[in-house]
T-cell receptor, first 113, second 111 residues
Framework: DAKTTQPPSMDCAEGRAANLPCNHS???????VYWYRQIHSQGPQYIIHGLKNNETNEMASLIITEDRKSSTLILPHATLRDTAVYYC??????????????FGKGTKLTVNP | DAGVIQSPRHEVTEMGQEVTLRCKPISGHDYLFWYRQTMMRGLELLIYFNNNVPIDDSGMPEDRFSAKMPNASFSTLKIQPSEPRDSAVYFC?????????FGEGSRLTVL
C-alpha cells in the first residue's frame, strides 16, 4: 500500500471549516483514499473514502487532486466533538471490498472554543 | 445492530498469565481484524480473517500470540504467556464492503 504523509497536529476554531491535508504521491491507480478518525479512548471511526472524484457525506467532504497525489478532508463546521486523531490511508479495495488497512500516525486535530 | 462487541473492556494480569480477548463482529460481516494500539507504535494490524479463515497473520508479534475464529460470530485473541510489553489496547474490527467498524477495545495491562 502507498504511504501517506500528514501533519502531526492542527488547530481549528469551533464553527470554522477544518481542512486536513494528506500527501500520497506514490498512490497507484487502483488505490482508494480512506479517512478514519479516533476520538480519545474509542475505536477508530470511518469517515469517507474516494478514488478520484470528490466525495461528500453527512460527516465530511473529500477533495482529491487531479493527479491523485494529495487529498484534503474538510469538516465544514468543526465542533469540539471533532477533536480527534484523523488518519488518511490509501489501499486497494479488492473484490468484496476488504483488504488490510494500515494506519499511520495521523493528524491530531484540536478544535478550540 | 449493537456494533462490534469486545470483552473484557479492561484486563489487569500478572506476567506469565494467559490472556484471552473476545470479539463478536457485526452480523453479516465477512472480514474480522485484530489491531493493537500503543503510544509508541500506534495502531498495528495483527491478523485478519475472511469467512472465518485467517488470511494474513504477519503482524502477530510472536508465537505467544494466537487468534481463532471458530464461527462467523466469534473470535478470540490469546496471549500465553503474557509479558509487560504486551500492555496495550486491543481492537477488533469487522467489515463487509470495505468500511471497517471497530469495537471499543480491550485495555490490557500486564504487571
Amino acid at each position: 500500500d502507498a504511504k501517506t504523509t500528514q501533519p502531526p497536529s492542527m488547530d481549528c476554531a469551533e464553527g470554522r471549516a477544518a481542512n486536513l491535508p494528506c500527501n500520497h504521491s506514490t498512490i497507484s491507480g487502483n488505490e482508494y483514499v480512506y479517512w478514519y478518525r479516533q476520538i480519545h479512548s474509542q475505536g477508530p471511526q470511518y469517515i469517507i473514502h474516494g478514488l478520484k472524484n470528490n466525495e461528500t457525506n453527512e460527516m465530511a467532504s473529500l477533495i482529491i487532486t487531479e493527479d491523485r497525489k494529495s487529498s484534503t478532508l474538510i469538516l465544514p463546521h468543526a465542533t469540539l466533538r471533532d477533536t480527534a486523531v484523523y488518519y488518511c490511508i490509501v489501499r486497494v479495495a479488492g473484490q468484496g471490498g476488504s483488504e488490510k488497512l494500515v494506519f499511520g500516525k495521523g493528524t491530531k486535530l484540536t478544535v478550540n472554543p | 445492530d449493537a456494533g462490534v462487541i469486545q470483552s473484557p473492556r479492561h484486563e489487569v494480569t500478572e506476567m506469565g498469565q494467559e490472556v484471552t480477548l473476545r470479539c463478536k463482529p457485526i452480523s453479516g460481516h465477512d472480514y474480522l481484524f485484530w489491531y493493537r494500539q500503543t503510544m509508541m507504535r500506534g495502531l498495528e494490524l495483527l491478523i485478519y480473517f475472511n469467512n472465518n479463515v485467517p488470511i494474513d497473520d504477519s503482524g502477530m508479534p510472536e508465537d505467544r500470540f494466537s487468534a481463532k475464529m471458530p464461527n462467523a460470530s466469534f473470535s478470540t485473541l490469546k496471549i500465553q504467556p503474557s509479558e509487560p510489553r504486551d500492555s496495550a489496547v486491543y481492537f477488533c474490527a469487522s467489515s463487509r464492503y470495505g468500511e471497517l467498524f471497530f469495537g471499543e477495545g480491550s485495555r490490557l495491562t500486564v504487571l
